[in-house]
């Protein structure tokens, strides 16, 4: 099945969409994206996303490329072309291209940025058997940049970890700075101790999870107590229970830490919890 994508103002099939080869997001991963997730054909947070997109753009001196509603009309539209009921969408701005390759940024005055729109179908996003079971983890060095707040397009080193992963069994990996955990590949990490959940405060460090506020705001209304500060690995595996949390996967339970078993070595009984609030919360409010 062909996709239609958006890019630049225009719906195209997959195959016929194009980006200059001096786009700078192609040359030096100068951009920056958000993903949206779909349930029910209706986009989950879309609020969120474009804030946070808002912020990404502004710390990188980027133009706004679209106003907020249109962001929102060009969401709607792929996922009704597409018939997307449970999925994803991706949204990549980049600062375009001016023909030319050069570190200085080009004059944003000439040079539009780029942007690029496009569905994942992903049936059994909600009801997934990957949250049933758990996910295992290793963990690895975080040796990204220091703006991790900025959720840019150099996913390089993500996609290295989550290769490390693979190859030694397990689902993903846990990033580790100065002996403490700074946050999952792909997602936020949290580890449960009794009723408190304990998660990395916000800075630079890590990326500013758009599930993760949604999260922590569910969970103080359920009457558990949240805790943001750092931890370490050693403390993780000592943990009742972990979790993540991203938008793509919602919560995601974590049974098992460097090779060692949390609890059971099952998903325990917080985040399936979380889990099952947050999609029922945002299956309500979804646009
Ligand atoms: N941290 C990192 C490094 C991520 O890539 C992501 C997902 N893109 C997250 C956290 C989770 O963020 P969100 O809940 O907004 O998807």
Same mark, same amino acid.
């Given at each position: %099945?062909?996709? =239609?994508?958006?890019?630049?103002?225009?719906? *195209?099939?997959?195959?016929?969409?194009?980006? &200059?080869?001096?786009?700078?997001?192609? *040359? %030096?991963a100068d951009g920056?994206?958000?993903?949206? &997730?779909?349930?029910?054909?209706?986009?989950?947070?879309?609020?969120?996303?474009?804030?946070?997109?808002?912020? &990404?753009?502004k710390e990188l001196d980027m133009k706004t490329p679209m106003s907020k509603e249109d962001l929102l009309e060009v969401h709607r539209e792929l996922v009704r072309i597409n018939g997307i009921e449970e999925g994803l969408v991706y949204l990549q701005v980049t600062r375009g291209s001016d023909g030319d390759r050069d570190f200085?940024?080009?004059?944003?005055? =000439?040079?539009?940025?780029?942007?690029?729109?496009? =569905?994942?179908?992903?049936?059994?996003?909600?009801?997934?058997?990957?949250?049933?079971?758990? /996910?295992?983890?290793?963990?690895?060095?975080?040796?990204?940049?220091?703006?991790?707040?900025?959720?840019?397009?150099?996913?390089?080193?993500?996609?290295?970890?989550?290769?490390?992963?693979?190859? /030694?069994?397990?689902?993903?990996a846990w990033m580790v700075e100065d002996g403490y955990v700074t946050e999952g590949t792909s997602n936020n990490a949290y580890i449960v101790k009794g009723n408190r959940i304990i998660t990395r405060a916000l800075s630079n460090d890590i990326l500013h999870g758009i599930t993760r506020a949604a999260v922590l705001r569910f969970a103080r209304e359920a009457q558990m107590e949240v805790e943001e500060r750092n931890f370490t690995i050693d403390e993780a595996k000592a943990a009742d229970e972990a979790f993540t949390t991203s938008a793509s996967a919602f919560v995601m339970p974590v049974v098992e830490i460097d090779g060692v078993a949390l609890g059971d070595g099952k998903p325990g009984r917080v985040a399936p919890r979380l889990r099952e609030i947050y999609i029922d919360e945002m299956r309500k409010a979804a646009i």
């Open positions: %099945m062909s996709r =239609t994508v958006y890019v630049n103002g225009d719906y *195209l099939p997959e195959n016929e969409a194009t980006i &200059s080869i001096f786009d700078r997001g192609f *040359l %030096m920056v994206y958000e993903v949206t &997730s779909v349930l029910d054909g209706k986009l989950i947070d879309f609020e969120g996303h474009a804030v946070r997109l808002a912020r &990404s753009l200085a940024f080009p004059d944003p005055e =000439t040079t539009d940025p780029s942007v690029v729109l496009f =569905t994942q179908n992903k049936p059994g996003l909600a009801d997934s058997p990957a949250a049933k079971k758990g /996910a295992k983890v290793i963990s690895i060095e975080d040796i990204r940049w220091g703006r991790r707040d900025i959720k840019t397009v150099q996913l390089l080193y993500p996609s290295m970890g989550k290769m490390m992963a693979k190859k /030694a069994g397990c689902d993903d």
